[in-house]
Each structure stands twice: as structure tokens, then as C-alpha cells.
DNA sequence: TTCCGTGCAAATGATTTGCAGGACT
DNA sequence: AGTCCTGCAAATCATTTGCACGGAA
């Protein structure tokens, strides 16, 4: 019952859609990824897996995946959106690093906590929040090795 | 010695560039705005004034502007940039109403403190953050009043 | 003079959308 | 049958850039 698949299906049952080939294909392609990953970089993986499925089909169901709450999307000022797998009761928010993209997860309680004081004081009812933190991570620092190309890296300690 | 214009004009000298009259009336027109804007609207804001600038020198000069740490440039997921001046010494972070598109800005300290402290134990050198929440304001839930076109609102308490 | 800067229009680039033929239920 | 879908190409849209002319130092 907690099967993502079978989640989707459900979702999209809900809203009468369907769960089509192609979206099959791209929810147990998207299981696989670890990582934050972009739209083109999920399309490019689908053609590896011999999937010729449309850009167009890929962002429509990105945003499916998204609604669904499968998926998280973030904007990290690179250009274009990232995505995970939705941790859904562990919220993180994020460490980027400029130079090598690296990105690492954080989460602090107690920062959360203020934060909900911080709302509660100008009377704002929060839906959701992004608390992201840019510079130079450790590894960049001392072996100034940049990011490969491809998908962005995540790291944990 | 804080004059902003002045502020502009040694940051430009320092880059081997000149003050020119558009480069001038951009940051005289930018320093009576006290809200967060668009390039878009402050582009409109100056054909007002009979300047006519062309949109791709607008752009150019608040890229100029925010690197001489004159402006703040925000991505509040609007789908275009907003820029603010910039309040040097007083960082704050935004509440961000989704619905009337009202901006709040808030500090806490102990955020921010805990913050760094998050960062020390990933290594992680910060360059600069950005914390948004995003929700409805108290006005909007009461009164459903969507913010006006033009530019966005920032609301202080 | 000599770059630097500007306006204009065309280029970008990620994402979205209109359409016409296909595929679930 | 009746929708929902997909792939394709064209459209968006904020922002950027190439160029040829105009302007500060």
C-alpha cells in the first residue's frame, strides 16, 4: 500500500486521469534516481533505458509527480528545476554549493520551530518554505574539483 | 560618502566604466522605490518619466547595480526577478503571500545563529542564504483581496 | 580618439502548449 | 465510443546578446 506505482495510480485515478506506458516508465525510472535531477537529465536516462518518451511527456508527468507528492521540485537558482524523491514526513532544506553543485540536506527542529513563531507573529498561515544556504562546500574547498556533468551530486554526511 | 549615486559611480570607476545618463536616472529612479520591483515594472516606472531606456540596458544596469551591492535580487518563484534596495547591515528573509503576492521581510537572530551553526558541522562555507515562506497573508484570508497589478506590495508591519 | 554603452532586434533556454493521430476504460 | 495522452513542433517569456551607431573621458 505504500508502493509508489500503486500511489500514482491511485493520484491519477483520483483526478481521472491514467496511468499510461509512459508514465509507468517514468515513475520507476524516476524510483531509481538518489539524487536531485532535472527534467533533461530524466529524459536523457529514459533514452538510455531504450524509453523514447517525449520531453513534453516527461515535464507533464514531472509536474503529475509533483502534485501527487511523489516528487519535491526545488529551484535552486541553476537555471532549471530540481527533483526528489519526496521524503514525505523528513522535511530538509538545503546546502548548495556554488562551485561544484554539490547539494547537501539539513534539517534543524529547532529552526523550523522559529520559523513558525516568526509566522505566527505577522498572522501568515505557511504552506510551505525554502531555506537554502549558497557557498563552497568542504571537498571543493581543499580539491577544488568541480562537479561532473550529469546529474548533480547529493551528498550526506 | 553614502550617496548611493556616488556609491555607483566609484564601483563603476573601479570596473574601467562609466556613469552614463541612463546608468544615472536608473539608480535615481530605483532609490525612490520602496517596495521589492520587477525589471519589467521598473522599466515602466522610468518610460513614465519620459526616460526612454530600453529594456536591455534596464537589465544591464540592475545586474551593475546588484553587483555594486546597491540592490537585492530576489527569485520568489514569480517567474521574474524582484529586486529591493539593498539594506546592507540588515539582512532579513521574506514571507511570501502566494495568493495576493504581498512580501513581508522578518529577521530572527537565533535563525540565523543556528544557521551558521548548521553550516560548521557540514563544512560548509556560506556565501549567502535565502530563507522564503510561503503561504496567505492574515489580509488576504480575511478580506480575499488579490494584490493590485503593478508593482508588488511589501507590507511592513 | 577610443573604448564603453545603448537601442534594437534576434537569440536563448527551460518549460508550455496546440494539434492530430493513438490508446486506455 | 469517449476521453485522456502522446509526440512534435511551435509558442512562451524573462532575460541575454550581437551589432552598428552614439557618447563619455
Known sequence: MSDPVETFQRFLRQQGLK???QRERIVRRVLKIKKHFSAEELFDLLRKDRSR???ATVY???SL???ARLLDEHDFELGHK???????DEHHDHLICVACRAIFEFHNHEIERLQEQVAAEHDFAITYHTHQIFGTCEEYRTTGKLCPRGLARTRRD
Do not use: C, D
Open 19 to 21: 496511468l499510461t506506458t
Open 53 to 55: 518518451i517525449s520531453k
Open 60 to 62: 507533464r508527468t514531472l
Open 65 to 67: 509527480l509533483v502534485e
Open 82 to 88: 530540481l527533483y526528489e524523491q519526496s521524503q514525505r
